[in-house]
């Protein structure tokens, strides 16, 4: 079997690759004893180019095309004839076919946070990720470099390397570029291109170069991407004092339309009490039939409800006048703290000027008995 093999070796003579990987940069074209007969033809394809490696040296590099060897390295009558040697020729050549071609969407990424000083937010740490497109520039250099004797080299063996020269070349782009970070997102091009030209620097003495590279992202820690969003949101809403009181005029419609809550009560006296007042007011102004009707005046202010708090509980809704009754039968004092729609806090009761005349309307105390 061995003996078949050796002669089916020598007897090759088209040496080519036909790669369908799509992440095979190098492939050592494989034959018995590394023997290349006299005369054989090689194939280099577009995208390729052939690395020969005669007695352990780099001895010439051939671009696409075809190519007949009609040099003196082993030729298949000499090898046969060295009988002191079992049949292996002492002179060993090897082709490598090394791909040209760029090999497209390979992945970068930041493992760590990146710290920069931003003008908006001070001291800040980003990450960022994004993909590169890497290509064999110096085929020759890239071998010795490299690759070595390896038979079969693949992307996966030489991107990590080229991961953490984005990373550092990224990262001082980004720490001296002064862009602010709210604003990275449209210079991400111009940033791309720039840490791709400094990176090319660096790998050509790999014999590689870097044509692409993008910033699909660049991400703040959450919680200031969180205080953003509160930013956000502050300026969607516009006028907070509008967006109060709307927030307001809705709890109180809720409570309101919920049964037993007590509010609904409330509101519907003071209304009552509204609309009695609008109707007197109406019954007592005279009647003008020539003069043009007079623009309506707007309607009184629905009366407030209150909430009390004791002994960290509270209490209410109660009305204006429930708070006099309570204020009669000393459930309520001026020390009593309360709150209403619009108030800035919870304030003792004889604060508040609303309730203030509830405690100066209460009888002197009683004589002392006779």
């Known amino acids: 079997m061995a003996i078949m093999d050796f002669l089916k070796g020598q007897f090759i003579d088209v040496i080519e690759w036909t790669d369908d990987s799509r992440d095979t940069m190098v492939y050592r074209f494989e034959r018995y004893g590394h023997e290349i007969k006299y005369g054989a033809k090689l194939t280099v394809r577009e995208g390729q180019v052939a690395v020969f490696i005669h007695e352990g040296q780099l001895a010439d590099v051939f671009t696409p095309g075809m190519y007949m060897l009609e040099t003196n390295n082993m030729p298949i009558m000499t090898s046969l004839q060295h009988w002191d040697h079992g049949f292996a020729s002492p002179f060993k050549s090897e082709i490598y076919f090394v791909n040209t071609s760029r090999f497209t969407d390979l992945k970068w990424g930041t493992k760590n946070p990146i710290m920069i000083r931003d003008s908006d937010f001070g001291p800040t740490r980003v990450r960022a990720f994004g993909t590169y497109t890497v290509k064999v520039?110096?085929?020759?250099?890239?071998?010795?470099?490299?690759?070595?004797?390896?038979?079969?080299?693949?992307?996966?063996?030489?991107?990590?390397?080229?991961?953490?020269?984005?990373?550092?070349?990224?990262?001082q782009a980004m720490a001296g570029s002064g862009i602010p970070v709210l604003d990275m997102a449209a210079n991400t091009g111009q940033m791309g291109e720039l840490v791709a030209e400094k990176i090319s620097a660096t790998i050509s003495s790999y014999g590689l170069t870097l044509p692409e590279l993008y910033i699909e992202n660049i991400s703040l820690p959450p919680a200031v991407e969180e205080a953003l969003d509160k930013r956000t949101s502050m300026g969607v809403v516009g006028d907070l004092n509008k967006y109060t009181q709307f927030q307001t005029a809705e709890a109180m419609a809720a409570a309101a339309s919920t049964p037993g809550s007590g509010m609904g009560e409330g509101l519907g006296m003071g209304m009552g009490m509204a609309m009695a007042n609008q109707m007197a007011s109406n019954m007592h102004q005279p009647q003008q039939h020539h003069a043009p009707a007079a623009a309506a005046p707007p309607p009184p202010p629905v009366e407030h409800v209150w909430h009390t708090a004791e002994n960290g509980a509270t209490k209410g809704p109660f009305s204006k006048a429930d708070l006099g009754q309570m204020a009669g039968n000393g459930g309520l004092t001026r020390d009593t703290m309360v709150w209403t729609a619009g108030q800035d806090g919870w304030k003792k009761a004889g604060d508040v000027d609303e309730l203030a005349q509830l405690f100066t309307v209460m009888p002197p105390p009683p004589p002392p008995p006779m």
């Open 137 to 171: 520039e110096n085929a020759g250099l890239f071998m010795t470099e490299i690759v070595g004797t390896d038979g079969e080299f693949t992307t996966d063996e030489v991107t990590h390397q080229i991961r953490n020269i984005i990373v550092q070349q990224f990262s």
